[in-house]
């Protein structure tokens, strides 16, 4: 179990260094340093609103796969 963990562990970090280093990087270290960022973040949640609106995004994209599939398969015109 150890030597499968240890393969997948370094299959990820293999395929996390194929992708290329964020552009937002300084700038959301600039942005942590702020001392009000956490006030603001109280009246505008902007995790929630991050999370929310990932789940539309997947949802969307759920329901155009589901569409592309089911032309493919005739199921709908």
Do not use: C, H
């Not at 300084?26 to 973040?41: A, H, Q, R, W």
């Not at 949640?45 to 089911?70: F, K, N, Q, R, T």
């Amino acid at each position: 179990m150890a030597d499968m963990q240890a393969l997948l562990n370094g299959f990820l970090d293999l395929l996390m260094k194929a992708f290329p280093t964020s552009p937002f990087a300084d700038t959301i270290e600039k942005f942590s340093k702020l001392p009000y960022l956490g006030y603001i973040n109280w009246f505008v949640p902007v995790s929630e609103m991050v999370a929310i609106g990932s789940a539309w995004l997947v949802a969307i994209g759920v329901y155009y796969l589901y569409s592309i599939i089911a032309r493919w398969a005739k199921l709908i015109e």
